[in-house]
Each structure stands twice: as structure tokens, then as C-alpha cells.
């Protein structure tokens, strides 16, 4: 079945690193994206790895994948106040359509 | 290209109204897909065209609903018959082809039904 799980919420203070993590139960999943809703926005696309990748960085980003365990992990360097947000992870289902998971809620703090 | 355009931002209706949305994707993208998110929870995958050709309709998309894009341009999501669960941010997304880079995303149409 398709289901990706998300805790729920995330405090850090400013210049910490922030880790979010996935789990999704679609083996067949090709790509895995992370995306970033900032409140009354649409969702903005941040990274995304290949499910024949492992590890992914992208400047302050970064993707870890561990495919044995249906993991996904989203690790954001020196966090600020401007990353302050809502992240989704989503998996690509036969390349048809995105199922998301419920979001985690990143609240940075001075 | 200014990116995913959505209209109405916002929309109160009585319940028993019908209510049609409008999507204009980025220009070169051929797919285009609606999504429902509720308050706290990720978006759920309605429906998606390719070009003009409706491709996949989610079991979420009751008779009630029904989405066109009829020039394999911009695109329209009607609901009939509003009720009150359909409170909810509609959101419209475009790629190329299966969007392996990922979905643009609109920035929704957010449904209030009173």
C-alpha cells in the first residue's frame, strides 16, 4: 500500500542543524522528493533523490536515503528563522503522481 | 513564465452551490494534476491530465467533481453540490512529462463551504 509517515513537529535554534524524517512503504518508489509549505502558500520544491541514490546534498541540504528501510531523512544546515515551515516528504508512484506525507511542522527559535 | 497560476485565491460558498476552479500551468508543461489538502494533512492526489486526456481519477473524487482541460492548456475543477467536507486548499501542479525534477505547484484555491 502507499503511506509516508512524518513526525509531526520539530524545534531547533537558529544555527543548528535540523534533521526531518520520512518513512514510506512503496517499494516501488522511484523518485523521493522534499518540499517546503510556508503558511497560505503552495508547496515549493526543495530536493529530490533518486531511489538508486543514497545520499543527495544540495548547499545547506541534505538527502539521505536508506532503501532497505524505507527511509528518507532531510537534514538542513545552520538552520535560520527563514526556515521556518512546514516539510513534506513525497514518493513518486509509477511516475503517475506524488503521495505525501502529513508534514512536519519546523519551528526555528533565537 | 510567471509559473502555476491558480483562481480564485479564496471562495465562500453556501453549501448546495457549485464551485469551478481554474488552473493556467507553465506554458511548456504537459501534465497537470489537482490535489486536495485539508487542514494538517499532506495534499491528496485527485486527478491529473496529460496533455488533454484525463489520465487517473482518485477514488477522493466523487461524481460530484469533475475537472477538464480541454485544450491541453489551463485547466477547470467543478464541484457541484458543495458540502461542508469539501472545505479544503485546492492545489494545481504542472510538470514535463512524469515530472521526474519534481511538480511546480500553484499556490491553491483555498474552499470555505458555510
Known amino acids: 500500500g502507499e503511506d509516508v509517515e512524518q513526525s509531526l513537529f520539530l524545534s531547533v535554534r537558529e544555527g543548528d542543524s535540523s534533521v526531518i524524517n520520512c518513512t514510506y512503504t512503496d517499494s516501488s518508489s522511484t523518485y523521493l522528493y522534499w518540499y517546503k509549505q510556508e503558511p497560505g502558500a503552495g508547496l515549493q520544491l526543495l530536493t529530490y533523490?533518486?531511489?538508486?541514490?543514497d545520499m543527495k546534498q544540495d548547499q545547506r541540504l541534505t538527502v539521505l536515503l536508506n532503501k532497505k528501510d524505507k527511509h528518507l531523512s532531510l537534514r538542513i544546515a545552520d538552520t535560520q528563522t527563514g526556515d521556518s515551515a512546514i516539510y513534506f516528504c513525497?514518493?513518486?508512484?509509477?511516475?503517475?503522481?506524488?503521495?505525501f506525507g502529513t508534514g512536519t511542522r519546523l519551528q526555528v527559535f533565537p | 513564465d510567471t509559473g502555476v497560476s491558480q483562481n480564485p485565491r479564496h471562495k465562500i460558498t453556501k453549501r448546495g452551490q457549485n464551485v469551478t476552479f481554474r488552473c493556467d500551468p507553465i506554458?511548456?508543461?504537459?501534465?497537470l494534476y489537482w490535489y486536495r489538502q485539508t487542514l494538517g494533512q499532506g495534499p491528496e492526489f485527485l486527478t491529473y491530465?496529460?496533455?488533454?486526456?484525463?489520465?487517473?481519477k482518485s477514488r477522493l473524487l466523487s461524481d460530484r467533481f469533475s475537472a477538464e482541460r480541454p485544450k491541453g492548456s489551463f485547466s477547470t475543477l467543478e464541484i457541484q453540490r458543495t458540502e461542508q467536507g469539501d472545505s479544503a486548499m485546492y492545489l494545481c501542479?504542472?510538470?514535463?512529462?512524469?515530472?521526474?525534477?519534481?511538480?511546480?505547484f500553484g499556490s491553491g484555491t483555498r474552499l470555505t463551504v458555510v
Open positions: 506554458s511548456e508543461h504537459n501534465r
Open positions: 513525497a514518493e513518486s508512484i509509477s511516475s503517475d503522481k506524488l503521495i
Open positions: 491530465f496529460q496533455n488533454e486526456a484525463q489520465l487517473e
Open positions: 501542479a504542472s510538470s514535463l512529462d512524469q515530472g521526474i525534477h519534481g511538480y511546480t
Open positions: 533523490i533518486f531511489s538508486n541514490m
